[in-house]
C-alpha cells in the first residue's frame, strides 16, 4: 500500500501581498521544489495545531489567525498526499529557513515562475485568482 499522509499547508501572505515559498531539501520527496511551509499533521493534534507548529518549526512564524483556503488529494507514485491548505494573513515575528532551507518572499504575480511539486498547481492557480 502507498503512504499516505496528511499535511497542513500555509499560503503565508504578507501586507505587500508576497508570498513566503521555502525550498525543500535535495533528500526529501519532492526534494529541489519550491513549496508552501507546513507538514504532517500528527496523531494527537488537529490541523490547526499542525500548522501553528510547523509553521514555527519551520520559519519562526506565529501564526494568530488563518482560514481554510484548499483541500487538495494528490497521488505521486510513491505517496498520496492530502494537503489541507490554510491562509495565513495575521503572524508575527520574522520568516527565517530554521531548517538551512532557502526561502523568499514572492510577489503573487511572479509566483508561476517557481518548480513546485506537481500537487501545487492548483494552489497556485487559485492565488492568483483570488489574491492576485
Ligand atoms: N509542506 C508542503 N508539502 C507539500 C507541498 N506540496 C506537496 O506535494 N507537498 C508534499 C511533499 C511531502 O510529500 C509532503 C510533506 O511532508 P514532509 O515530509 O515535508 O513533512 P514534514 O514537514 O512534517 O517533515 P518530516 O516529518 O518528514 O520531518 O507533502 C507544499 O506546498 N508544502
Ligand atoms: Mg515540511
Known amino acids: 500500500m502507498q503512504k499516505r499522509v496528511h499535511v497542513a499547508v500555509g499560503v503565508i501572505i504578507n501586507q505587500d501581498k508576497h508570498i513566503l515559498l521555502a525550498k525543500r531539501h535535495g533528500h526529501l520527496h519532492q526534494g529541489g521544489?519550491?513549496?508552501?511551509?507546513?507538514?504532517?499533521?500528527?496523531?494527537?493534534?488537529?490541523?490547526?495545531?499542525?500548522?501553528?507548529?510547523?509553521?514555527?518549526?519551520?520559519?519562526?512564524?506565529?501564526?494568530?489567525?488563518?482560514?481554510?483556503?484548499?483541500?487538495?488529494?494528490?497521488?505521486?507514485?510513491?505517496?498520496?498526499?492530502?494537503?489541507?491548505?490554510?491562509?495565513?494573513?495575521?503572524?508575527?515575528?520574522?520568516a527565517l529557513g530554521l531548517e538551512n532551507q532557502q526561502i523568499r518572499w514572492v510577489p503573487i504575480y511572479n509566483l508561476a515562475e517557481f518548480d513546485f511539486p506537481e500537487a501545487n498547481k492548483p494552489i497556485v492557480d487559485k492565488i492568483l485568482a483570488e489574491l492576485g
Open 33 to 94: 521544489k519550491w513549496e508552501f511551509p507546513g507538514g504532517k499533521v500528527e496523531a494527537n493534534e488537529t490541523v490547526t495545531e499542525a500548522l501553528i507548529r510547523e509553521l514555527k518549526e519551520e520559519v519562526n512564524l506565529d501564526v494568530t489567525a488563518s482560514s481554510p483556503f484548499m483541500d487538495i488529494s494528490h497521488d505521486y507514485p510513491d505517496k498520496h498526499v492530502r494537503l489541507d491548505i490554510h491562509l495565513v494573513k495575521d503572524f508575527s515575528n520574522e
